[in-house]
C-alpha cells in the first residue's frame, strides 16, 4: 500500500461538493419558475456531481491494485496521479520521501519490505537509523547537491544497504525535501568478498607447493650438491609438487572456463552409459590400487526409483560431453578417494518422469563405504577449497575444487546436485540431468 498524505484528493473532493451545491442552489432557485421539472433535473444532476466528488475524494492508491488509473477517473490530472502512485507502487526500488523536517511523507510498498514497516510522519531514524544516512539527507534538507552513502543495517542477518538522496519539493506544498532511493548490496558485497577470499585461497594453495620447491632447488645446490641419494629424494618431491601446482592451475582453468558459460547451456545429447563405462575403466587401476571396485547399475538408494541395469540403457542427457566426463571423474574420484579400502563404489541410474514443472531428469548416484561427512559440512561442500579434512584432502592430492567445478557444470546444465551422507556408512552424490530435448 502506498502511504498517501496528499493533499490534492481533499481538494478536489472540496471544489467538486462546493460545486454540486452551487448548482443545487441554482436549481432550486430556477424551480420557483418551473419547479416540478427542474427538481428532477437538479436532483439527478446532484446526485451525479456527489458521485463524481466522492470518485475524486477517495484517497487515490489505498487498497487492492495498488491505484490503478480507474475508469471513473475523468479529469486527465487525477488520472496522471494515479499512473504516478501506480508507478511508484510498482517500483522494486525502496523509495521514500521526507519533509524539511525530516519527518517520512511517502513511501512505497517496496520501502516497507525493506524496513518491516515505514512509520509515516515521524523523524526518518524511526524507520531506519543510521548516522551516516542522517547525516547525508540532513546536508541535502541543508541545501546541498544529491548525496550517496552506504551503510550496513545490523539485525538478526546484516544487510549492506547504499541510499541516494536528492532533493525534491514535498508533494503539494512545494516546501523543500528529499527523495530517499535505497539500493541492497548486500549480495554484491559477498561477491566481493568471495572474489577477493577466493584469490587469497587460491595464492595460498600455489605458494605452499612453490615454497618447498624453491627450497628443495636450494639444498640440492647447496648441502645436497653432490648427495646422489638424496638429490633422487628431492626430485621425487619436487615432481609431486610441480604436479600438484599443475593440477591446481588446470582445476582453476577449468572452473573459469565452465564458470564464462555458465549462462548458455550445452545443446549436445550425451550419451552417459558410455561415459561411465569410460570412466570406470580408466578408474579402475586406482580403485584397485585401493582394493576397490566400481559397480555400474545398481538399483536406485532412493525407494521407489528402479534403476536402469544396463549401461546400454541409459536415454541421452542434454549437454556437454567433455564436462559430464570431468564432472563424474571428479565424484567417482572422491568416492574411491575417501570410500574405505576393500568396499565398492556404486553407481545407480533412474529416470525422473516429467512433470508440469520440469523436463524428465536421469538421475545418477555416486554411493561410497567411507567415513561419511558430518551433516554441518554438507551444505558448504561445493565451495571452492571448502574441504572437511584438509590435510586428508592434500595428502591424498585433491585440490579442493572438485565439487565446485561438479557443481557449475550442473548449474550450466541447469542439473541440480543432492549429497546425502551417513556418518561411518558412507556418502552418496546424486546428480540430476534434464533429458535430452526430443526426450522429455
Ligand atoms: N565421497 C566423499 N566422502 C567423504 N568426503 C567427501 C567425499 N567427497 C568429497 N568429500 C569432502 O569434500 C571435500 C571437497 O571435495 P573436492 O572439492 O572434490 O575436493 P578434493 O580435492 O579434496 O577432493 C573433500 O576435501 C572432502 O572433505
Ligand atoms: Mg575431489
Not at 475524494?57 to 486527465?76: D, K, L, N, Y
Not at 520501502?111 to 539527507?137: K, M, S, Y
Not at 540403457?313 to 559430464?324: A, C, K, S
Request: charged share 20%; with cysteine; hydrophobic share 45%.
Amino acid at each position: 500500500m502506498l502511504h498517501d498524505l496528499n493533499p490534492l484528493a481533499g481538494k478536489r473532493f472540496l471544489a467538486a461538493a462546493a460545486l454540486a451545491g452551487i448548482t443545487f442552489l441554482g436549481l432550486a432557485l430556477g424551480g420557483w419558475i418551473a419547479p416540478i421539472p427542474a427538481l428532477v433535473a437538479g436532483l439527478g444532476l446532484v446526485a451525479g456531481l456527489g458521485l463524481l466528488a466522492w470518485r475524486l475524494g477517495r484517497p487515490a492508491g489505498r487498497g487492492e491494485g495498488g491505484g490503478a488509473p480507474t475508469e471513473g477517473s475523468s479529469s486527465p490530472q487525477a488520472a496522471r496521479l494515479e499512473a504516478l502512485e501506480a508507478l511508484l507502487a510498482g517500483l522494486p526500488l525502496p523509495v521514500l520521501q521526507v519533509d524539511q523536517g525530516r519527518r517520512v511523507t511517502l513511501a512505497n510498498p517496496a520501502a516497507d519490505a525493506l524496513f518491516g514497516r515505514v512509520q509515516i510522519e515521524r523523524d526518518l531514524v524511526a524507520t531506519v537509523r543510521h548516522p551516516l544516512l542522517n547525516e547525508a539527507v540532513d546536508r541535502v534538507l541543508a541545501g546541498e547537491t544529491g548525496q550517496e552513502t552506504e551503510f550496513v543495517l545490523a539485525g538478526a542477518s546484516e544487510r549492506v544497504l547504499a541510499a541516494r538522496i536528492e532533493p525534491a519539493p514535498v508533494s503539494g506544498n512545494g516546501r523543500p525535501g528529499a527523495v530517499v532511493a535505497f539500493y541492497d548490496m548486500t549480495r554484491v558485497k559477498q561477491a566481493d568478498r568471495m572474489r577477493a577470499d577466493f584469490v587469497a585461497n587460491a595464492s595460498h594453495e600455489l605458494r605452499t607447493p612453490l615454497a618447498s620447491l624453491i627450497g628443495f632447488i636450494e639444498t640440492l645446490q647447496g648441502p645436497a650438491r653432490d648427495d646422489p641419494d638424496a638429490r633422487e629424494r628431492f626430485l621425487g618431491i619436487m615432481q609431486e609438487q610441480a604436479q600438484r601446482m599443475a593440477r591446481l592451475i588446470a582445476d582453476l582453468l577449468s572452473l573459469s572456463r565452465i564458470e564464462l558459460n555458465e549462462h548458455r547451456p550445452p545443446t549436445g545429447a550425451v550419451d552417459l552409459g558410455a561415459v561411465l563405462k569410460g570412466l570406470a575403466a580408466a578408474l579402475a587401476f586406482r580403485a584397485t590400487e585401493r582394493q576397490m571396485t566400481i559397480e555400474l547399475g545398481v538399483p536406485s538408494p532412493l525407494p521407489g526409483m528402479g534403476g536402469i541395469a544396463a549401461m546400454t540403457e541409459l536415454p541421452p542427457v542434454q549437454g556437454d560431453r567433455d564436462e559430464l566426463t570431468q564432472l563424474f571423474q571428479n565424484l567417482i574420484d572422491n568416492a574411491i578417494k575417501y570410500g574405505r579400502p576393500g568396499t565398492p563404489v556404486s553407481v545407480a541410474c533412474w529416470r525422473v518422469p516429467q512433470t508440469r514443472l520440469q523436463r524428465g531428469m536421469l538421475a545418477v548416484a555416486v554411493i561410497d563405504r567411507g567415513d561419511g561427512i558430518p551433516r554441518e559440512h554438507l551444505p558448504r561442500l561445493t565451495e571452492r577449497f571448502y574441504r572437511v579434512d584438509k590435510a586428508r584432502s592434500r595428502d591424498l592430492g585433491g585440490t579442493g575444487l572438485g565439487l565446485a567445478i561438479v557443481k557449475h557444470i550442473l548449474n550450466r546444465h541447469r542439473g541440480r546436485l543432492a549429497i546425502d551422507s551417513t556418518p561411518g556408512e558412507g556418502s552418496r552424490f546424486i546428480v540430476y540431468l534434464p533429458l535430452a530435448a526430443e526426450l522429455s
